[in-house]
């Protein structure tokens, strides 16, 4: 029968209930009436606790009674328990409640038994009858204890009426307001008398001192907990007449002992941490400040978490007109902060510092700081009360959901979704009392143990398997709460424009404005002149939209360029809205729609590019949409678009369509999956390789077609610099040589005038305006530069290298790579080039002399006027240059030895230079980092600004925008500066002594 009843240990309490201390308590007829104390006792969270601490609480009352009198009190207590309990009744079911819910609790009904009628006859009361009878008691303790003893016991007594209407209300979530307030009014009294221990003390000294300790948090708000931290601030004045230099002395000693004398350890135990960290400048600065002090503080220091956090102050102890003073002062600056300039970086970085607060592991079982959980709901009350409480005073609440009633009756969230909302915090906050009340400790984890889910499901009325209940309930609300910015921010302001149904949101457009300033957007008026066209009317694509619109809006605010992403998803949405795949994409892959939103408010390239190529948003539903694709299969795709095409213009055409697709691919997996810097690079380069030779084929054939016969040489396509190094970025030119052999028979001049024809044409057709950006090849690597002819033959390089070859063109050349062309001509000039790049003895002084000038020339002469020398990515610092010229250097000295030094790539020879040891371990890592470094961050300015980028952007929006493609927190535009400066100067040293010393670089 009791397993049936819910007992987890039957035997156990069947020994319990035969426990002389509850002699006189179960009667045979308990169960044929089934209203005994047995059953009572299944109805509570832990049937099994509440028996035990049952027991326990008889023998105390029991041992007490008999240290007394038989006249005492005590002895009439005994009998007074056991009719209470006997009898079915609100006391029963109280006093149960309680020992099934806290061990704690009940271990304080064991050290005074004689508090069991605060728990049946509990009843509620006012903040003013908590504080007399708390403080009351610390002013005159009972024998046996002092002020602090007493302040401690009293305390618990309030706390168990407290718990005793809270565990036994008819629907606790109902009940959650009403509790939350008493335990914040319970504290206030326990302040209250932890200030009167303080006056006491300082005795005559206390009079030269007006303290007031202002509630924070919850207890401000009048949301406390069972157990947390009572986070205040102190103010204080002198007395009239008086110094304040001595009046703040006493009242910092007064203040730091009213937070002793609650959370210190006594032997009646401690309340909790009193926390003043939210004072101004926090644990750094005074622990009492006066009324102007902190008027000072606020108008001239304060950021905006600390506004946020005056939401809730309120004045709970001490001098109330010292109190309600600071209130008058500061209290109007709280609804200004969402006009400050950097509002919306602070609040983001508000929201990323609750996230890193979350313990590794604990995500997953946050009821507080996890995704879904109370602070989610908290934050963005807040957030929403500060943007628009400028202009409303009904906003103006520090309770959460009294200030979210305010935001649904005046028309800024919905009322289902305020009620939806309430429903979760209610239910979240419910879950973290029962938990917490168990032990009276800080905590909002969900349990793992199937034991105490069992427990904290009974104890929200779950029988029927309740902790599979509890955790499904928990769960359903939190993914409620994960849609919290949907509901409360963005969908309201589509109603704003879409004057469709009846809905009881109803933003005005200065409140609408007001929101999505504060959500970042720079052009609120844009901003909602876009959403009003995408949602207008009652079409199927205006629906779509308006389910679309409140989600993206979201990721779009988090971006740095929500305006920009806006702008350029209405402009791919006008133009493929007639469409029947594109909104149902985004509908049914909420990944791709993301990935779009996210893209677009990050990269003004990317919206230019996907401008240019709407259709290309069809990459982001496919499986494995995001992977760059390989050189072979991206010259198959474009030799099948470009067959069959009637001119070489619509061929090419039809193969760079194919590559502004592959570009907006390797773009998005660049800003969303992570792509490294070398993978962007060969990814980048395989593109232009195979856009290059379809182009060069399409051009043959147009030609051949035009002369009725083949051309009469064979053509080759040489990559070098960073498209030879496979090394390419977003802004690269591609810098090429040409070369041809003439059939034989066919005279060199013939052929040379066939083979310019061709590339004259190829450049042509590449370096026209198209849907892709224009690939500029550029020739002026080659043999005599601008000078000598465009395209040569293979005999006319050899002669060339032969008789008038300089050492930076063997240098140039270690970056030559055949792209596109003829197979065996591409074999014939690596072998022609490979003894030059490599050559058998390296180099001799005069040869790295000359190298070296040539390098400080350049550095002197090719940055460009007013260019920042520390911040320019190829000429700068540490730069490109210097770590490109330094492992090239090195690669002309030693690659005739060490055969692993025979690459195009930068990052691939100096992992070569590091296992041959002729560099440092070290210093390969300061230039391979260096040189990624400055890549990545070209790269990241480029697809930022949406325009080639020299150096790290003056601007500080700019460089912010770069920053935070490359991973930054927003607000980082200065910190990468500084990086980069830093970073740079490390490697310059590095570059001093390798490519500028005198000394044997394998010594280095």
């Given at each position: ?113 004689e ?61 959650l ?48 907990n ?15 007449g ?139 009350v ?59 400790r ?34 359903a ?19 704003a ?34 959403l ?30 929500p ?60 499986p ?20 069959g ?71 080759l ?77 293979l ?9 008038w ?78 770590v ?68 790290i ?24 500066v ?8 490390h ?11 005198e ?6």
């Amino acid at each position: 029968m009791l397993a049936r009843l819910g007992f987890a240990e039957p035997d156990r309490a069947a020994r319990l209930l035969s426990d002389p201390a509850l002699a006189g308590l179960i009667d045979p007829l308990d169960d044929s009436f089934a209203d005994g104390p047995i059953q009572a006792l299944a109805e509570v969270a832990d049937p099994d606790l509440a028996l035990l601490s049952l027991v326990r609480l008889m023998e105390a009352l029991r041992a007490a009674a008999n240290r007394e009198p038989e006249t005492s009190p005590l002895h009439r207590d005994v009998a007074a328990l056991i009719a209470e309990l006997r009898r079915p009744g609100v006391g029963r079911q109280r006093l149960l409640a309680v020992l099934g819910a806290s061990i704690a609790l009940g271990d304080h009904l064991v050290c005074h038994p004689e508090h069991w009628r605060s728990v049946a006859d509990a009843k509620p009361r006012s903040v003013e009858q908590r504080i007399a009878r708390i403080v009351g008691k610390v002013k005159n303790p009972p024998d046996g204890l002092s002020p602090e003893d007493a302040l401690r016991v009293f305390y618990r007594r309030g706390l168990l009426g407290i718990t005793a209407l809270d565990l036994t209300a008819p629907d606790p979530l109902e009940e959650l307001p009403r509790t939350a307030a008493a335990l914040a009014d319970l504290a206030q009294a326990a302040l209250e008398a932890a200030y009167e221990i303080a006056r006491m003390e300082a005795g005559a000294a206390a009079d030269t001192v007006r303290l007031a300790v202002i509630a924070m948090g919850k207890t401000g708000g009048r949301e406390l907990n069972y157990i947390s931290d009572v986070d205040v601030i102190f103010v204080a004045e002198p007395a009239p007449g008086l110094p304040e230099e001595e009046a703040m002395r006493v009242g910092t000693t007064m203040a730091a002992r009213i937070m002793t004398a609650c959370g210190k350890s006594t032997p009646a135990g401690t309340l909790w941490p009193v926390d003043a960290a939210l004072r101004p400048e926090g644990k750094a600065g005074p622990l009492v400040r006066t009324v102007a002090s902190h008027r000072h503080y606020y108008e001239r220091w304060a950021k905006t978490w600390e506004f946020q956090a005056l939401l809730k102050a309120r004045a709970v102890a001490g001098d109330r007109e010292v109190g309600e003073a600071y209130l008058a002062a500061v209290g109007p600056m709280v609804w200004e902060a969402a006009s400050r300039e950097n509002f919306v970086d602070d609040v983001q970085a508000m929201r990323r510092r609750v996230e890193a607060h979350i313990p590794n592991g604990e995500a997953g079982r946050q009821l507080k700081l996890g995704p879904g959980g109370l602070r989610d709901i908290e934050f963005s009350v807040q957030l929403l009360q500060l943007v628009h409480g400028r202009t409303d005073a009904t906003l103006h609440s520090g309770t959460t959901l009294d200030a979210l009633a305010a935001l649904a009756a005046g028309g800024y969230v919905g009322r289902d979704d305020a009620a939806v909302l309430g429903a979760a915090y209610r239910l979240l906050r419910t879950l973290e009392h029962r938990i917490q009340l168990q032990r009276l400790r800080r905590t909002h984890l969900i349990p793992t143990s199937r034991a105490e889910l069992r427990r904290l499901g009974r104890a929200l009325g779950y029988r029927q398997d309740p902790a599979a209940g509890v955790e499904q309930a928990w769960r359903a609300e939190a993914r409620q709460v994960r849609r919290l910015h949907e509901r409360l921010f963005y969908r309201p302001l589509l109603n704003a424009v879409a004057r469709l149904g009846t809905d009881d949101v109803r933003l005005t457009p200065d409140a609408a404005r007001d929101r999505l300033l504060a959500l970042g957007f720079r052009d609120p008026a844009g901003a909602l002149r876009h959403l009003e066209a995408l949602t207008e009317g009652v079409s199927r694509r205006a629906a779509i939209q308006r389910h679309l619109l409140p989600v993206m809006l979201g990721w779009f605010a988090e971006e740095i360029d929500p305006d920009g992403g806006l702008l350029a998803f209405r402009q791919v949405s006008e133009t493929l809205g007639t469409t029947g795949w594109y909104l149902r994409l985004l509908r049914d892959e909420p990944q791709a729609a993301e990935y779009l939103a996210r893209t677009l408010a990050r990269s003004r390239f990317a919206a230019e590019v996907l401008r240019a190529a709407p259709d290309a948003v069809q990459i982001l539903g496919e499986p494995g949409g995001l992977a760059p694709r390989s050189r072979s299969d991206i010259e198959h795709r474009m030799r099948v678009a470009a067959a069959g095409r009637k001119s070489v213009d619509e061929a090419v055409a039809a193969a760079r369509q194919i590559r502004k697709i592959e570009l907006f691919r390797i773009i998005v997996a660049d800003l969303n999956d992570g792509l490294s810097a070398v993978r962007v690079g060969q990814a980048l380069a395989d593109l232009t390789d195979a856009t290059i030779a379809v182009a060069l084929d399409a051009v043959v054939r147009s030609e051949e077609a035009r002369r009725g016969e083949p051309i009469g040489t064979d053509l080759l396509v040489v990559g070098m610099g960073r498209l030879g190094g496979r090394e390419c970025g977003y802004s690269s030119d591609a810098d090429v040589m040409f070369v041809h052999a003439p059939h034989l028979g066919v005279s060199e001049t013939t052929a040379q005038a066939q083979a310019l024809e061709v590339i004259k044409e190829l450049r042509r057709v590449l370096e026209q305006p198209g849907p892709d950006p224009a690939i500029r090849l550029d020739a002026d690597l080659r043999p005599e530069g601008k000078n000598g002819p465009l395209v040569r033959s293979l005999d006319s390089y050899r002669a060339y290298y032969d008789r008038w070859s300089s050492t930076w063109e063997a240098q140039a050349l270690i970056r030559a790579r055949p792209v596109a062309g003829n197979d065996d001509l591409a074999a014939n000039f690596i072998d022609l080039i490979d003894p030059i790049r490599w050559p058998a003895s390296g180099l001799d002084t005069t040869q790295v002399r000359e190298i070296r000038r040539l390098k400080a020339r350049m550095e002197a002469e090719r940055l460009p006027r007013g260019g920042d020398r520390r911040t320019h990515f190829k000429l700068g610092t540490g730069g490109l240059s210097d770590v490109e010229w330094t492992v090239q250097l090195l690669q002309l000295e030693h690659a005739h030895n060490y055969p692993t030094l025979r690459t195009t790539s930068t990052l691939p020879a100096l992992h070569a230079l590091g296992q041959a040891r002729l560099i440092s371990s070290a210093d390969q890592a300061i230039l391979a980092e260096a040189w990624m470094r400055a890549d990545r961050t070209r790269d990241a300015a480029m697809l930022f600004r949406g325009r080639p980028v020299d150096s790290i952007p003056a601007d500080a929006r700019e460089a912010d925008g770069t920053a935070r493609i490359l991973g930054m927190p927003p607000g980082s535009g200065q910190e990468l500066v500084e990086n980069y400066r830093r970073q740079g100067r490390h490697a310059r040293s590095v570059v001093d002594r390798l490519f500028y010393g005198e000394a044997d670089v394998s010594d280095a």
